[in-house]
């Protein structure tokens, strides 16, 4: 939201000497209620009317980078073309690359089964195996590369697929798991659209689940083997991640060395395997385990850091972005917030509101949406109704030969950044946030002579 601090500039009331101001309505949902003939004899577009579909999508929806900061994300710069020997083509020659020569080598044994078998195998490989195989040979990295999948992945989400091998977690992922998430668009646990990927169960989930869904818990080794009584050797054989040294989470915690996490699912399948059954594993819960529980509950610090701040970090740190491919439109789908909402999240801040209430607000301004589900959602969102109807009737006024409207829009094409989550009583964005959806601190309007 630092975007929008230079905005408020002109959202101060001025006066000029010698001539009478006319003032701008007392409310904006006064402005609301007006009939649709605006001040100057046009009509104000109705949001919900599909022919403002467009407009309303570019005005009140935008993808949240800042959000995509708080996670692991790697990306990947692109390849340029380059020649045989590794150089780059020299910028004045204009003729076309050379055709790539004809494989010589084969594929061993595995050469011997038919090439739709070969695709097979390709298919349901994990990522690190198939991008081994990719550089046995000239041949190998042509069929690995005419896989569909693979190439949809390789094209379309290369940033993910570099964070699952920074992360060390791709060889738990096959191509086909990870191209079936991709496709997929919805949360795994709200059904609402998911961006994120969580890396340790390879499942899509939205930004509020991963904040708050008690089931996207990493654990790191020594809190793993302490409340589940697993070993070390029990923990090598499940899915885990390295993470890598950042700043995550919507605490900001910064993070400077490496450590493995764990999924607290997959972790309670290898306690009731190592400790012999559930019954088994039942008995140590009731003994040692309650007592392991006890002192992990209790207030500690590591690296002047707590358990809750550092586990609510963690979550962060085990997902990356994820956007959805729909393969039927050949579409990139990144999710879009609705800026009403965001505005409703900020103004609650001035209110006198309860925690739950506040959260609430968090978890609307935090939903993703598609371009058609965000066009929908705008005839519920009373926010966004509100700036439509009042920037539409600010355009009409600015037409009229006695009015000058004062009115910095700049907002419509910048992008908020920073933490969404960080925006505080009094901050410039806040301010000017807040003025939107209060005409007297955004609208001055001065008599003019004839």
């Given amino acids: 939201m630092e975007g929008l601090t230079g905005a408020s500039s002109g959202s101060r009331r001025q006066e000029p000497i010698g001539r009478q101001t006319r003032h701008a309505p007392k409310s904006a949902t006064s402005t609301m209620h007006k009939s649709s003939t605006s001040t100057s004899g046009g009509s104000t577009p109705i949001l919900t009317d599909p022919s403002s579909r467009d407009t309303a999508v570019n005005w009140f929806g935008y993808h949240p980078a800042e959000f995509d900061e708080t996670v692991l994300c790697k990306h990947v710069a692109q390849p340029s073309h380059r020649s045989e020997d590794g150089t780059p083509p020299h910028p004045s020659s204009s003729s076309p690359p050379p055709p790539p020569r004809a494989p010589v080598a084969t594929l061993g044994d595995l050469g ?196 809750s701040t550092f586990y609510i970090s963690a979550r962060f740190m085990a997902a990356t972005p994820l956007p959805y491919y729909d393969p039927r439109a050949r579409q990139l789908h990144r999710g879009l917030v609705c800026r009403g909402c965001q505005i409703a999240m900020i103004r609650s801040r001035h209110l006198m509101t309860t925690p739950s209430t506040a959260m609430n607000y968090v978890r609307k301004q935090a939903r993703m949406w598609m371009e058609d589900k965000l066009f929908e959602h705008l005839a519920e969102c009373k926010d966004a109704q509100d700036i439509w109807l009042f920037m539409h009737e600010a355009r009409h006024v600015s037409r009229q030969p006695h009015m000058i409207v004062r009115l910095d829009s700049a907002w419509l094409s910048q992008r908020p950044t920073g933490n969404p989550f960080a925006a505080r009583d009094g901050s410039a964005a806040s301010q000017f946030l807040m003025s939107l959806v209060c005409p007297l601190h955004c609208v001055t309007l001065f008599s003019c002579p004839h």
């Fill in 112 to 307: 011997q089964l038919p090439l739709e078998l070969v695709s097979f195998v390709v298919q349901y490989t994990d990522l690190r195996s198939v991008s081994r195989l990719r550089l046995v040979n000239r041949r190998s990295c042509l069929i690995v590369d005419d896989s569909i999948p693979y190439k949809f992945l390789v094209r379309q989400i290369p940033d993910t697929i570099a964070s699952l091998k920074w992360a060390d977690a791709w060889q738990h992922l096959t191509i086909h798991d990870l191209y079936s998430t991709l496709c997929k668009p919805t949360c795994m646990f709200c059904k609402d659209l998911g961006t994120y990927l969580w890396i340790l169960e390879g499942v899509r989930c939205c930004f509020n689940c991963l904040y708050e869904t008690p089931h996207l818990m990493a654990l790191i080794e020594s809190d793993a083997k302490a409340l589940f009584g697993v070993s070390k050797t029990a923990l090598a054989n499940i899915p885990s991640m390295l993470t890598l040294p950042g700043t995550y989470g919507i605490v900001e915690l910064h993070h400077g060395r490496r450590f493995r996490l764990y999924s607290q699912n997959h972790v309670v399948q290898a306690a009731v395997a190592h400790h012999g059954g559930n019954d088994a594993y039942e008995a140590w819960l009731a003994g040692y385990g309650r007592k392991a529980r006890e002192a992990f509950s209790r207030p500690a610090r590591r690296r002047g850091i707590t358990k």
